[in-house]
């Protein structure tokens, strides 16, 4: 039996993508194993900045050298067309270490690509996995879960926003939502599971439809999503979200979810009316500040995430300075912010004569992060001393037979604490004892920490 690792690079619709594969793999007859055991490598690749791609290529470059035999399969937003050397012309293949490249609407045709380069395999028996590429052939693949606790459920691909910097409406392709009844049945079998937390995903979550056909229903979908809490879902999530398509009844759905989380990434980009409209972003600072003070009044608790680029073509100081006073005003509790990275076919890469020097794009990097900073960590300090519910993703040993256990709050604070044993996938409560940074470290409550047989008191932990 041949097997397969896979490596994933990107966002959460590339590790949603990826839970995908690996389920047609095994429904290939290939066995999981760790990458330097793998007959077959599937490289599941981000395009969003050039440090992602050359990351990727990077990552295969070193791998191939090391493992001369190994087949290595590239998919996800680097890709354009399915095929192999002697089938696709995808300028992947002037790459030598790539053997295979599939979009990934293509997963369901991937054990029928594999043939030719594994002879001695028998495929016969798997042609129920082989699809025709299409993205609903895709949608209908049941996941490979390795996180039942946390689990990501995509309801939509592609984008028709056309930001002039991103790459996206050129890899993912147009938008294109599943059937409701298909996201509601996915949620209610990993619900049924063990799911505890649902993010639901898509290039633009907000414009999500019922299908192709009719009207934007994305509130519709929460509200439905939200009806698993008798079942046993506790919390519901989202990314990402467009503030052209972030209207009333959404915020109204979120306010009367029993599963919401009080957090929203909603992405702004900029802060500069003049650098939005050069991204063609399709609206305004004031639009944005009326959709953010809507939330905050229906819902107060909210944290507020967004995505910021510094250093776009024609950028100038009084823009980025705009940007400054944007976030001092918002006060954000997170930021992504990236420095601006041409990518190649959008309209920002022929830009040339107004791109930035890296120097000055870095320089405005750091002093904007010192805005956000300033707010983000002054809210944090308000909740030290609060207990708060922490959702536990990872575990490690800590010695004298405890773990470090670390985990988010529904607000998407990071906490790390210690307990008697790992707690990976349980919700725990936690008192949020000091804050380091974006970091919390805590201590369980005395009734947490007897049922986990942990320490009630615990130092502050380096984190």
Request: proline share 4%; with cysteine.
């Amino acid at each position: 039996m041949p097997n397969y690792a896979i490596r994933t690079f990107g966002c959460q619709m590339n590790h949603s993508d990826s839970e995908r594969v690996a389920r047609m793999m095994e429904k290939a007859g290939f066995k999981a194993v760790e990458e330097d055991q793998a007959d077959l490598l599937i490289v599941n690749t981000c395009s969003v900045r050039q440090k992602a791609e050359d990351k990727a290529y990077g990552f295969m470059t070193k791998h191939k050298r090391a493992n001369k035999d190994v087949k290595i399969a590239i998919t996800g937003c680097m890709v354009r067309q399915t095929g192999d050397r002697e089938t696709s012309r995808d300028p992947l293949f002037s790459f030598d270490s790539v053997d295979i490249a599939f979009r990934i609407e293509d997963t369901a045709r991937m054990p029928k690509l594999l043939e030719r380069h594994f002879t001695d395999h028998d495929f016969s028996g798997f042609e129920e996995a082989f699809g025709d590429g299409s993205i609903e052939n895709y949608f209908n693949i049941v996941p490979k879960v390795e996180n039942k606790a946390q689990v990501f459920v995509p309801i939509m691909q592609g984008c028709d926003k056309f930001c002039t910097y991103c790459i996206v409406p050129f890899t993912r392709g147009r938008e294109i939502s599943r059937p409701m009844a298909d996201v509601l049945e996915e949620c209610r079998v990993l619900v049924e599971a063990g799911a505890k937390e649902i993010t639901l995903l898509g290039q633009n979550v907000n414009s999500y439809k019922d299908g192709e056909k009719g009207e934007k229903c994305f509130a519709k979908l929460l509200l439905e999503v939200d009806k698993l809490y008798e079942k046993g879902l506790s919390r519901t999530r989202f990314t990402s979200a467009h503030p052209q398509d972030f209207t009333d009844d959404v915020i109204e759905a979120l306010a009367n979810m029993k599963t919401r989380c009080p957090y929203i990434h909603l992405p702004v980009q900029h802060g500069s009316n003049q650098t939005l409209r050069a991204m063609n972003r399709n609206y305004t600072i004031e639009k944005y500040n009326d959709i953010i003070a809507k939330i905050r009044k229906a819902m107060p608790d909210t944290t507020l995430a967004t995505d910021i680029i510094v250093g776009f073509p024609g950028e100038t100081e009084a823009q980025f300075q705009e940007l400054c006073d944007f976030a001092d005003t918002l006060k954000l509790d997170f930021s992504y912010t990236a420095i601006f990275s041409p990518r190649r076919h959008t309209p920002a890469a022929r830009m040339e004569k107004d791109f930035i020097e890296m120097d000055e794009k870095k320089s405005r990097f750091h002093r904007f992060d010192e805005v956000v900073k300033k707010h983000a960590f002054a809210r944090r300090a308000v909740f030290v001393g609060k207990e708060a519910e922490v959702l536990v993703e990872k575990s490690e040993p800590a010695g004298n037979g405890l773990y470090r256990n670390a985990g988010r709050t529904r607000e998407f604070f990071e906490v790390w604490f210690l307990a008697g044993r790992s707690l990976i996938g349980k919700e725990v409560k936690v008192t949020l004892e000091e804050q380091k940074g974006y970091v919390f470290s805590g201590t369980m409550p005395e009734v947490e920490a007897e049922r986990f047989k942990a320490p009630a008191k615990l130092k502050v932990l380096s984190v």
